[in-house]
């Protein structure tokens, strides 16, 4: 609500899908005034954003240099300062939400590092990652150095799992994977698990039997 909010209080925003790795993009934006790289989402895919009129410029001088670039059917200019109207309200519920010492490291796609280890500290990178870019590749590269090695998404036809895929390419070792495979009901989740199991993750089978009236005489932990 405070973007959707904030989008209206400012010069009209945009974003465009880019092909292409983020230097040259970058190279290619230079000089569009309030044109930035909003979101690198895999090595060969960004996100930029900044006034209306000024992605429209970015799309054509895109397009022109031989590179797909597609406008986003958006409200605003996110991760742009054209958003800062909806920084101080997002800020004040993140305040009143009690937050805790994390027991499980979590990474920031802000800078691609985890999230600090106090409430205060996390409080304040969360406050500022409105206005920051969206580091989705640094942030997957890290939790691989890290020893991550399974990434599942819990979301929405598998975007996010796909463009891990493309980060990851060339790591036999990793595998991701997405619980919404674009199947409907529950074949979806279960296509997910199986490549889970496949990879050697443990998960207690039985809860999928739960409550749906079929037999299961014995609980498993996969």
């Known amino acids: 609500r405070a973007m959707a909010e904030a989008a209206q209080q400012t010069e009209p925003g945009g974003m465009a899908a880019v ?15 309030g044109v930035c790289v909003a979101n ?8 930029i954003s900044g006034p209306k009129a000024q992605i429209e410029r970015a799309v054509a001088v895109l397009a022109d240099a031989g590179l797909r670039a597609v406008p986003l ?6 991760h742009t300062a054209l958003i800062a109207p909806a920084q101080p309200p997002l800020s004040q519920a993140i305040h009143a939400t009690r937050f805790v010492t994390p ?3 979590v990474f920031a796609n802000r800078d691609g590092q985890p999230y600090p280890g106090t409430p205060a500290a996390i409080q304040q990178q969360l406050d500022a990652h409105l206005l920051q870019p969206v580091e989705f590749v640094a942030e997957v590269e890290a939790m691989y150095d890290a020893g991550v ?3 599942l998404e819990l979301g929405p036809r598998g975007i996010c799992a796909a463009l891990a895929r493309q ?3 060339g790591r036999d070792d990793a595998r991701a994977v997405s619980l919404d495979t674009g199947m409907q009901g529950v074949k979806s989740l279960q ?6 199991f496949v990879a050697g993750v443990r998960f207690h089978a039985a809860a999928l039997f739960s409550g749906r009236g079929l037999p299961l005489a014995t609980r498993c932990a996969w």
């Open 19 to 33: 092909q292409a790795p983020r230097e040259r993009i970058a190279a290619l934006i230079d000089g569009l005034d």
């Open 40 to 47: 690198h989402n895999a090595p060969e895919q960004s996100v």
């Open 73 to 78: 059917p958006v409200s605003g200019a996110f």
């Open 103 to 105: 027991q499980l490291a």
């Open 149 to 151: 090695r399974v990434f």
């Open 167 to 169: 980060i990851l390419a």
């Open 191 to 196: 296509l997910g698990l199986a490549e889970l």
